[in-house]
Nanobody, 124 residues
Framework: QVQLIESGGGSVQAGGSLRLSCRAT????????LGWFRQTPGKEREFVAS????????NYADSLKDRIVISGDRSTNTVYLQMNSLKPEGSAVYCC?????????????????WGQGTQVTVSS
């Protein structure tokens, strides 16, 4: 069974940066897209970014695209999310997910495996 293990969350002041990591424990997702979503209490899970299995087909949420970069290392089955100029409204639990195929995009139902998430808290 595939597990997705996120790390890198924490507390940061507005304007700061964080780099999130997500490692898949199984190479069975090595040909699948990987994505990042975030969720706050009472709200639906929100798409943040995704990357295709070959490092292409990169998609970003329009509201975040100027401040985030997604990248992947297929040799270690790890996907990264670099977040810069963080804002308090960016506080959320950030989860990574493995897509059902090589390209997944922003649709939640395009993903079949989800990590537990890592908390990001941005203070003003």
């Amino acid at each position: 069974q595939v597990q997705l293990i996120e790390s890198g969350g924490g507390s940061v002041q507005a304007g700061g940066s964080l780099r999130l990591s997500c490692r898949a424990t199984s190479r069975t997702v090595s040909n699948n897209a990987l994505g990042w979503f975030r969720q706050t209490p009472g709200k639906e899970r929100e798409f943040v970014a995704s990357i295709g299995w070959n490092g292409g087909h990169i998609n970003y949420a329009d509201s975040l695209k100027d401040r985030i970069v997604i990248s992947g290392d297929r040799s270690t089955n790890t996907v990264y999310l670099q977040m810069n100029s963080l804002k308090p409204e960016g506080s959320a639990v950030y989860c990574c997910a493995a897509g059902r195929s090589a390209v997944a995009g922003s649709r939640r139902n395009a993903y079949s495996c989800w990590g537990q998430g890592t908390q990001v808290t941005v203070s003003s």
